[in-house]
C-alpha cells in the first residue's frame, strides 16, 4: 500500500476544512437533544484532525502491527470496550500519549469526571501528557500527576484549544502533537517546558505503598482469626488473596468480567457471594492462580473484617486513580519486584500482643532493589529472542524454548511472550491464515488459542515461591491483554496452568551440594532455603533440558555478601563453578550455568555489571567466554547509570552457543 505523508501546508489546509465545517453545524453537534454521538465525532472530525497533524491512523504505511503509530480503541464487529482509551500515539514501540474521545455535547471543558478519566489513563501508563477532546475543544492535561475524583477540571490543565482558535494556533498545535514532532523529538522538548511542578508519585511507587499497606491489614486479620498460622502461611495467603483481587479487577476494566463484581460483594459484605465469585474464576480460567478458592476462610468479607472489604474499595472509582485497562505488565512487575523483596513477620513482645510488620528479607536488608527499565529488557529480548526467531514459521517458533532462570516478578518472560505473539501475528498478517488471526479497529490480533500455544515456549525459574507467584500473574495477565467477554466466549478453560512452566528452585544449586555439605548439620530452614533445583528432572532429559534463548538480570550478590547470607552455597560455588573465582560475584555462575544450558545456537542475553571484563576475579569467566568464541555482542554504559537511584556500572552481554 502506498503512502504519501501530509505536508504542513496541507495539514493546515485541513484543519480549516474541519473548523468550517463543525462551525456551520456547531448546534446540531453540541445540542442536548442531538443524537450525534461520539463515533460519529471521531470520523468526522477528530479522525481527519490527528491526520492533519500528519499521523498515519489506518496504517498505510503498512507498518508491523505492534509498531503501527496509532492504536485504536478495540472494537471487534461493532463491539467497544468504553474502558480504554480511544487511541494510543506511539513513536516504533514507544508510547507518547493517549487520546480520549468524547461526543461533542459532553462539555469537557468543565467536566471533572472525564477530566479524571483521561488523566487516570496517562498516569497509569506513565505519559507526560494526555488529551482529552470532544473537537469542539481540545484539553492537554499533565499526566505525570496523580488524578484525584475531587480534582477540577482544570487541575493539571496546562492547555485548552476552542475549535474556534485551531487556525490561528496551529502551528503551536503543530509543533506540540504533530507526528513530526513526536519523531524528531521536539515534543519531549516542548513537554518538559509544560508540565506542572506539582509534587506527585509515580503509579508503581503509589501501587507499592497500596499494596503494603493491605499486606499489613490482611495480616493482622490473619494472625487475629488463627494465631497457629506461621509467617510463610500468612505471606502465600496474603499475596495470592491480593493477586486474586487485581487480577479480577484487570479482567473487569477489559470486559471479561461484569464491571463492579468484586465491588458489589464487598459493598454487600457477602462473604459466599465473594468466595462463589472466586470458584467461578476457578472454572472460568482453570488457572493455578485460583486453585483451592477457599484455602483462606480466615479473610471474610463481612462486618467483622471491614478492612478486606476497604481494600477491594480502593480498586474503584472514585478511591482509585487507576485504570485497568491499560496498566500495563511492566508496571506491575517493577511493583511486584519491590513487593518480593519485603516479608511479614511475627513479632513477640513479651507481655503484649504479638506485632504483624514488614520488613526487608535479610539477604535484601542492605540494598535497594529496582526494578530492569523497560526499554533494558526489550533491548535484550530484540537481541537475543528476535535475532534467534528470525524467518521462522509459526510451527518452528512453536518448538522454541526461552527461560529466565531468575525470573523475579516476571518481567523479561512477559516482554518476551509478546516478542512471540507480535511476530506471529505480523507473519499470519502477511502469508495468511483466517483462523490464526482476527481484524479490529486497531489492527490485527492472534487468536487466544495460538497464544496459548506460545506460553508454553516460556520458561522460568526463581529461588522464591512467591516470585513463581507473580511470574505466572503476569503471564496470565499478559494472556489476557486485549481480550474481550466475546473473543473467550467459546473457551471453556481460559488459561493454562504455568507449573510446567515457571519453577521454584535455586537455579545455580543442585542436589549435588550435598556431596559437599553435610546435609545433616543444617536444619529445616536452612535447608529449605537452598531450594536445590534440578535441571534434568524438572524439564526433562539432560538430551532436551537444552534452552534456544536465555534472558534476564541476573542476581549480583559480592563474595563478602555471599558469606554472611549463603555461606554454605558460597562452599558449593568454589567447588562446583570454575568462575567462583578469588572475589567473584554471584552472576559469574548465572553466565557459566546460562552456557551449560544453551542448546547449540542458542542466544543468551543479560544485563550484569561489568567489572568481570576488567578485574582479577573476572579472569576465569573471561577465559570461558574467549574458549568458547561465544560473545556476540557487549554493550558497555560505562558510567551512565541504568538503574534508578542506584549506582551500578552494568553492561548488556549477549552470547551465541556454537557448536562443539
Known sequence: ?????????????????????????????????????????????????????????????????????????????????????????????????????????????????????ARSYGWTDKHPIVILTNFEYLAIYDATVKPNDTDESTVCRIKLYHYANYVSNFDEIYELLSRDSIFSGEFDKKVAKLLTSSPSITPDQYFLEQINSWRLK????????????????????????????????????????????????????????????????????????????????????????????????????????????????????????????????????????????????????????????????????????????????????????????????????????????????????????????????????????????????????????????????????KLLEQETRRTISAMTKILPKLGQNIKCGNSIVDNSIWSVIDKSSLGRSEIDSINCFDWDSEFGTAENKKFDVIIGNPPYMKTEDMKKFIPHQLKFFKQSYSTAHTQFDKYYMFIQKGLELLDTDGKLGYIVPHKFMKIGSGEKIREILANNKCIEKIIDFGTQQIFKDRITYTCLIFLKKGSS
Open 1 to 117: 500500500m502506498s503512502f504519501t505523508p501530509i505536508s504542513k501546508s496541507e495539514g493546515f489546509k485541513q484543519i480549516k476544512s474541519l473548523v468550517s465545517k463543525f462551525e456551520k453545524n456547531h448546534s446540531d453537534y453540541t445540542s442536548n437533544r442531538s443524537s450525534y454521538n461520539e463515533s460519529q465525532t471521531r470520523s468526522d472530525f477528530i479522525d481527519p484532525f490527528f491526520e492533519s497533524l500528519g499521523w498515519d491512523l489506518n496504517n498505510k504505511r503498512s507498518l508491523p502491527n505492534y509498531s503501527r503509530e496509532v492504536i485504536l480503541e478495540d472494537s471487534i464487529e461493532g463491539e467497544s470496550t468504553h474502558q480504554n482509551p480511544d487511541y494510543g500515539f506511539q513513536a516504533g514501540t514507544e508510547k507518547k500519549f493517549f487520546v480520549e474521545a468524547k461526543k461533542s455535547l459532553v462539555k469537557i471543558e468543565s467536566s471533572k469526571q472525564a477530566a479524571f478519566q
Open 218 to 477: 490482611l495480616a493482622i486479620n490473619l494472625h487475629t482469626a488463627d494465631s497457629s498460622l506461621t509467617e510463610t502461611q500468612i505471606n502465600d495467603i496474603v499475596q495470592k488473596f491480593i493477586n486474586r483481587i487485581i487480577f479480577l479487577r484487570i479482567c473487569e476494566d477489559r470486559t471479561l468480567e461484569d464491571h463492579g463484581s468484586l465491588l458489589k460483594t464487598a459493598k454487600q459484605q457477602n462473604h459466599s457471594k465473594f468466595l462463589e465469585l472466586l470458584k467461578n474464576a476457578e472454572r472460568k480460567y482453570d488457572s493455578d492462580l485460583f486453585e483451592s478458592a477457599d484455602s483462606y476462610l480466615p479473610l471474610t468479607i463481612d462486618s467483622t473484617h471491614p478492612d478486606v472489604r476497604e481494600i477491594i474499595e480502593e480498586l474503584y472509582y472514585p478511591k482509585s486513580p487507576f485504570s485497568f485497562s491499560v496498566i500495563e505488565s511492566n508496571i506491575l512487575g517493577s511493583v511486584y519486584e519491590m513487593f518480593l523483596t519485603q516479608t511479614i513477620v511475627i513479632k513477640k513482645i513479651t507481655g503484649q500482643a504479638d506485632k504483624i510488620d514488614l520488613i526487608k528479607k535479610p539477604e535484601d536488608k542492605n540494598k535497594t532493589l529496582v526494578s530492569t527499565p523497560s526499554f533494558i529488557i526489550r533491548k535484550i529480548v530484540e537481541e537475543s529472542v528476535g535475532k534467534k526467531i528470525h524467518g521462522m514459521n509459526p510451527s518452528e517458533i512453536l518448538s522454541v524454548k526461552i527461560l529466565d532462570p531468575a525470573s523475579g516478578s516476571g518481567s523479561f518472560l512477559v516482554v518476551a511472550f509478546q516478542y512471540l505473539i507480535d511476530y506471529m501475528t505480523d507473519w499470519y498478517v502477511k502469508n495468511g491464515h483466517s483462523t490464526k488471526i482476527y481484524q479490529v479497529t486497531g489492527g490485527w490480533r492472534l487468536v487466544l488459542d495460538e497464544k496459548i500455544k506460545l506460553l508454553n515456549c516460556i520458561k522460568g525459574v526463581d529461588i522464591d515461591f512467591n516470585a513463581v507467584e507473580v511470574t505466572k500473574f503476569a503471564l496470565c495477565i
